[in-house]
């Protein structure tokens, strides 16, 4: 068991029609894992080259496992150093549950209102909307909130760049290998703390965190140098893809990230949900996200055409259908 939104997904993986993953893992071919390490210094290689990428001092970036680690590490170090009397983390529904479950976790209370709070928490781009927000529009949303955790694990596939070096104090930023580069097997994050922040947020580190795996280090440098061909691979996939959802769900917000967002009415999301899997069509019911209204279609297969055809043949037959419990199993 990993967290409720994964073991959904998992749970149902072998539905015929797949629309449940945010990841480019099995759609896009990549290099396999280096046999060996690259001879020393592998991890600050990929701390200098993940630096430059995203533009800001090597100091200020940190390997993780992941990103969701990555997101922990940086909400438990805020609720700690919050510099604020409120305890309240700041979010806007719907969004990536792991971002405000780990909140709670850390002792935040999680609340939408803009009233003062030690950390607002945000995906850019969007998750499960696909979209992106300006600048302006995140930090003016952030206004009142100490700290400001913005999870860019979809950035590279909008082709933005990172809001790391916004003109806002204390914000952080997290980023991984696993969805763009398809690369789960790698288990490679990173966060980009603040400038006011690296030199303590780096002690900190220092007390919790085990050091990335070299060969896990290698297969991140590989793919780093591959760049070019990924996005080229991503592109050819996702660019139709999005064109027929554009198609068939005019109403759908255009995703820049590998998701969508399909409202269909209150409280309708996860009975959707679960006629689906009756019809083996796999979608992310809107309650994990925060937001009953809808559910979250993944775009990152190869067959996303017909598995959104399948899909909307479950969606506009629901209203001429009773709903049927789906088969039990674990929920992700």
Not at 116 to 127: E, H, K, W
Not at 216 to 238: C, H, P
Not at 263 to 292: H, I, K, Q, T, W
Request: proline share 6%; charged share 30%.
């Amino acid at each position: 068991m990993r967290f409720p939104l994964a073991d959904w997904i998992d749970a149902h993986r072998d539905c015929r029609h797949n629309l449940g993953s945010s990841g480019m893992i099995g759609s896009v071919r990549r290099p396999s894992l280096p046999a060996r390490s690259r001879a020393g210094g592998g991890a600050e290689e990929l701390t200098e080259s993940l630096a430059r990428s995203v533009g800001v001092d090597r100091s200020r970036l940190f390997l993780t496992h992941g990103a969701t680690e990555a997101n922990a590490w940086v909400t438990f170090y805020a609720f700690r150093a919050r510099r604020t009397s409120s305890r309240a983390c700041r979010v806007r529904f719907p969004e990536y549950p792991s971002l405000f479950d780990v909140a709670r976790e850390a002792g935040f209370v999680v609340r939408e209102d803009d009233r003062p709070a030690g950390l607002a928490v945000v995906s850019q781009p969007r998750n499960p909307e696909g979209d992106l927000w300006t600048v302006e529009t995140v930090t003016a949303w952030a206004d009142g909130a100490t700290h400001l955790l913005i999870d860019e694990t979809f950035r590279e596939f909008a082709r933005t760049p990172s809001f790391a070096n916004a003109s806002r104090a204390r914000l952080w930023t997290t980023g991984s290998f696993t969805k763009f580069f398809g690369a789960d097997d790698l288990r490679v994050g990173f966060v980009v703390a603040p400038p006011e922040e690296a030199e303590r947020f780096g002690r900190f580190v220092g007390l919790v965190a085990d050091g990335v795996p070299d060969r896990s280090v290698a297969g991140a440098l590989d793919l780093l140098d591959r760049r070019k061909e990924m996005f080229s691979q991503v592109e050819r996939i996702l660019a139709p893809n999005r064109a027929a959802l554009r198609r068939a769900l005019p109403k759908v917000t255009p995703p820049l990230g590998p998701v969508g967002f399909d409202r269909v009415g209150p409280e309708d999301g996860d009975r959707l949900a679960r006629r689906c899997l009756d019809a083996s069509v796999l979608v992310c019911p809107g309650s994990y996200f925060g937001d009953r209204a809808g559910v979250r279609i993944g775009l990152t297969r190869r067959s996303f055409p017909e598995d959104l055809a399948a899909y909307l043949r479950v969606r506009d037959d629901g209203a001429r259908r009773p709903t049927v419990r789906a088969r039990t199993g674990r929920g992700r």
